[in-house]
């Protein structure tokens, strides 16, 4: 049995990330969860970790190179003498054949999956926008219109720039509403929480149900969203958050508590969350999420 580790998507507006360090070498044997490299983009950081046990095999990387999400970076296999595949025969351990990114349009930024499916359904590259990160929902939507054109009606959909969902309906949940309600100028528009116990009310805001509402508010304009989740003891699942959202075509606006003192040097990314009562220092960088 053998894997391909891939390149995730560290950060939603950088399909690259620069190898920082590499901890193993071929033919090495890891356990499963051992760190193979240190991958960084300029917002995040991240480690890559052998998904199985098994003997490095097909690593051609070092560090101070750069690599693009959807890139195998190397392979683990239980037989220490499997040959990976040639580079152009390699492909993503779904069976899905990697896409050349160096043939697409300068500016061009696209989600991995959003690739493969564009490819898929054989859709006009040249159509997708460059004035924002291109998902799978969107290329749906491209796809749909380029097969049935004009079958719409014109009834392309309306976005509310107000319109906000919060993801995750617990005390974190609460304290967001909170603080999306003392800001102004949003609608919230319901609670996603995975959880198939939790439904109702949060805060009077309904909870709707899991990420499995996602593609449906963003067909009803909806594209904001409040990451709700906690990461205390375990940050992956608040990273993971993050992730269905960018795949689901939504961002993360920083959101700032009237009462919090942010200095005019601070420089505050997307996905940030400055509480009540919160003071942000000269010069002080706080990065996506």
Not at 42 to 53: C, I
Not at 182 to 192: D, E, F, M, S
Not at 260 to 285: C, F, H, R, T
């Amino acid at each position: 049995m053998h894997s391909a580790v891939v390149v995730p998507l560290l950060n939603p507006n950088e399909p690259e990330a620069l190898i920082v360090q590499v901890n193993v070498r071929n033919g090495q044997h890891l356990q499963p969860g051992e760190i193979i490299c240190t991958l960084e983009t300029t917002k995040s950081a991240a480690d890559l970790e052998a998904p199985q046990a098994g003997y490095i095999l097909g690593l051609d990387y070092q560090a101070g190179q750069t690599v693009r999400s959807g890139d195998i970076f190397c392979y683990i296999s239980e037989d220490p003498n499997w040959q990976p595949p040639p580079v152009d025969q390699q492909s993503i351990s779904a069976g899905v054949t990697v896409p050349d990114t160096n043939a697409l349009r300068a500016g061009l930024r696209i989600t991995q999956p959003a690739l493969i499916l564009a490819r898929q359904l054989d859709l006009d590259l040249d159509r997708l926008p460059l004035d924002q990160l291109v998902t799978e929902n969107l290329v749906r939507s491209l796809a749909e219109d380029q097969l049935h054109p004009g079958e719409k009606g014109g009834s392309e959909i309306e976005i509310d720039p107000s319109a906000i969902i919060v993801y995750g309906a617990g005390g974190h949940g609460k304290s967001i509403i909170e603080m999306i309600r003392a800001l102004g100028g949003y609608q919230i528009k319901g609670v996603i929480d995975d959880d198939p116990g939790v439904r109702g009310q949060v805060s009077d805001i309904p909870v709707l149900g899991g990420a499995e509402f996602l593609p449906g508010l963003w067909g009803k304009g909806v594209r904001k969203a409040a990451n709700a989740v906690g990461g205390i003891g375990n940050i992956d699942i608040r990273a993971g958050v993050f992730d269905k959202l960018s795949q689901a075509g939504f961002i993360c606006p920083a959101l700032l508590h009237p009462s919090a003192v942010i200095e005019a040097s601070a420089w505050l990314d997307n996905g940030v969350q400055i509480m009540p009562l919160a003071y942000v220092g000269s010069d002080a960088k706080v990065g996506f999420g």
